[in-house]
């Protein structure tokens, strides 16, 4: 067996905010640059949440701990873990919030509240998880968006892309249309990531594996990210498979904007 973990930093689509959280900034905040890559998620409204969910046997949440934030309660699979704090006379920056390991392995969803009252904030820098893969000897593979195994709803799709130049290899595949779709076909037993840009310019997209039901994402961000994890799935099993993504612009400029896939198979 081997232990593979996998880093989804917090403006990927993976982790779900509800409407109170706000993007921390440099311009709000001169310690900003303190976080992983420069961002984080916050906020200091009580009850406001956060969630994820992934497959494996571990995660751990990443903040800050700061002396204006406060309490906050993390949900494992229904199961509470109240009475954590992020207060902290002394500022602290990519600390583990909260993390469990043990878990059995498979599909988990977590979700971390803000507990606290007077204007305390919780923030999340990035998240981990482990998942456990049979087989002790991995190889990874980048499949670039111009690769064939990318099949493209044409004429839907261009190649020229917002700031081209920013996106892995200099290329990428862009869409503005409604219901525009992109397959990925793929042989693998372990793991597909696709990566993307988040942005003011990206909307809502879904993804379906195979044949199970599409899930909704939402790739609006306050600034243009490059290569963020788009989706994310692992232990697939042996055999071919399919990964589709729709672009569900609320507005006609709105695009969906692949950059390449993550392989991994033993």
Do not use: C
Not at 124 to 150: C, H, K, N, P, Y
Not at 190 to 200: K, R
């Amino acid at each position: 067996m081997s232990s593979v973990s996998f880093l989804v930093d917090d403006k990927s689509p993976l982790i779900h905010y509800d409407s109170t959280w706000a993007p921390g900034n440099s311009g709000d905040d001169s310690l900003a640059d303190q976080y992983f890559r420069g961002t984080f998620q916050t906020s200091n409204v009580t009850s406001s949440v956060a969630t994820f969910s992934f497959n494996g046997t571990a995660f751990w949440i990443y903040g800050a701990k700061r002396s204006n934030h406060g309490t906050y309660t993390v949900v494992v699979d229904g199961a509470t873990f109240a009475g954590n704090t992020g207060q902290s006379n002394a500022n602290l920056f990519q600390q583990v919030l909260f993390n469990q390991s043990g878990l059995t392995q498979g599909s988990h969803t977590v979700s971390i509240t803000n507990t606290a009252t007077g204007n305390l904030y919780v923030d999340i820098d990035m998240v981990v998880w482990q998942t456990e893969f049979s087989g002790t000897q991995l190889v990874t593979e980048m499949v670039d968006d111009a690769d064939a195994r990318f099949e493209y709803q044409q004429p839907a799709w261009n190649t020229n892309p917002t700031s081209v130049n920013l996106f892995n290899n200099g290329t990428g595949h862009s869409t503005s249309v409604s219901d525009a779709s992109v397959t990925l076909t793929f042989t693998v037993t372990e793991s597909v990531s696709i990566f993307g840009t988040v942005g003011p310019g990206n909307g809502l997209y879904t993804v379906s594996l195979d044949s199970q039901q599409p899930t909704q994402y939402n790739a609006t961000a306050y600034l243009t990210f490059y290569e963020v994890m788009l989706y994310h799935a692992d232990n697939l099993g042996s055999g071919q498979h399919k990964v589709t993504l729709v672009n569900l612009p609320e507005t006609n400029v709105q695009t969906l904007n692949i950059d390449y896939a993550l392989l991994t198979s033993r």
